[in-house]
């Protein structure tokens, strides 16, 4: 295999974007997002051996929003297990991440976990099996990253519940097929929570480091997963963490990835490392128009991607 030096990779496709038009939007959600500088853009890869590359922005810290869904699903495998899977399935769902129109027809069960309704009942899942589920959560998150200093962003999660109409239309259809057990006030509580928390690439690139290595943290030598449950995260992400773009991730990229409208994008490369890039301006699907350039030319120019 060809030795490559990554920090130059890193260094010079950065360079190159940055003098290209930037395309898009920064989401409109909410004030707390749509005010975000949309100059910024920070890149950090962390290897399984612990090497840190970085450029950019990538120690300002951002709203983490959708890539928390896969620290939710990954704790209620932890808890639940298989069972989890009579409650969501594992297929893409080719429609918009906050969409409604397949639970009508599927009677209430979301397509996969990492579009909202999905990520819904995974919360569900979490506020039936904890006693203080934001808590253990946010323990859960600082243990895997090594990271005492993370915390949920109060702001963030009680502005977002004031503009939450659909995550409360999602919850409140699934409710009337049965597939919320809890207060919907406390289930969306917890995901707006989640949502909420802000970090920075270099932080998202060490959190999620065990879906590189079989599901142990090379860097907190925790257990996170296990490689089972490490392979199914990860073939999720590929086929479901850029909801209707997840195809063309997967075309342009060639990596797991999973992305979040705060503008980061976190992609894996099982057995290899952890790339985050964040860059505010989202496309037509939600998810940062630079973060999935740098990723296809990195995997494209260096010729390493899952495929
Ligand atoms: N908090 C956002 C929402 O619930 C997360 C969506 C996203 O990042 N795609 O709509």
Redesign the pocket.
Known sequence: MVDINYQDTLTDIYTRLLKKDNYGEPSE?FPVLSDVDTKKFGIHMTTIESENFSIGDANDRFSI??ISKVLSLTYALNLVGEKIWQRVRIEPSGSA??SLVQLEYEKGIPRNPFI?AGAIVICDILVSALSNPKQEMLNFIRSISGNENIDYCKATAEE?EKF?F??YALANFMKSFGNIENKISQVLEL??YL?SINLSCQELSHTFLYLANNGVSPLTNLTVATPSQTKKINAIMQMCGL?DEAGEFAYRVGLPGK????GGIVAVHPGKYVVTVWSPKLNKK?NSYRGINFLEIMTTETEISIF
């Open positions: 959600a929003q959708s991440f906050n909202n977002e939450a659909r995550n995901y707006f949502c909801y992305s979040g409208i705060g939600g």
